[in-house]
Nanobody, 126 residues
Framework: QVQLVESGGGLVQPGGSLRLSCAAS????????IGWFRQAPGKEREGVSRISSSGGRTYYADSVKGRFTISRDNAKKTVYLQMNSLKPEDTAVYYC???????????????????WGQGTQVTVSS
């Protein structure tokens, strides 16, 4: 069983930055693709970014391209999401999750991921 724990959320002004962390723990931690997702009040959960097990491939939703950067440190079993130039519309609860084996290698669909963390709130407001 693998558990994912997100951290790093908070309140930030528009144009500001935050770095989210997703730490893995459990009896069996293998290096799978990890995705970051977000869910704003009244909206469906949406994919934000994805990183391959080695870190060599990354994918981003159009809404965050050029502003967010995903990375991972497998030695620390942690995936990061650096968020710059934050906008009010980035306000949401952010979640990380592990990709299911055998699904598309570039999918950002929440249905292709499991082992969800509890989420961390990001609020962008002046």
């Amino acid at each position: 069983q693998v558990q994912l724990v997100e951290s790093g959320g908070g309140l930030v002004q528009p144009g500001g930055s935050l770095r989210l962390s997703c730490a893995a723990s459990g009896s069996t931690v293998d290096y799978r693709d990890i995705g970051w997702f977000r869910q704003a009040p009244g909206k469906e959960r949406e994919g934000v970014s994805r990183i391959s097990s080695s870190g060599g491939r990354t994918y981003y939703a159009d809404s965050v391209k050029g502003r967010f950067t995903i990375s991972r440190d497998n030695a620390k079993k942690t995936v990061y999401l650096q968020m710059n130039s934050l906008k009010p519309e980035d306000t949401a609860v952010y979640y990380c999750a592990r990709a299911y084996i055998g699904r598309s290698s570039y999918s950002l669909s929440p249905g292709d991921f499991g082992s969800w963390g509890q989420g961390t709130q990001v609020t962008v407001s002046s």
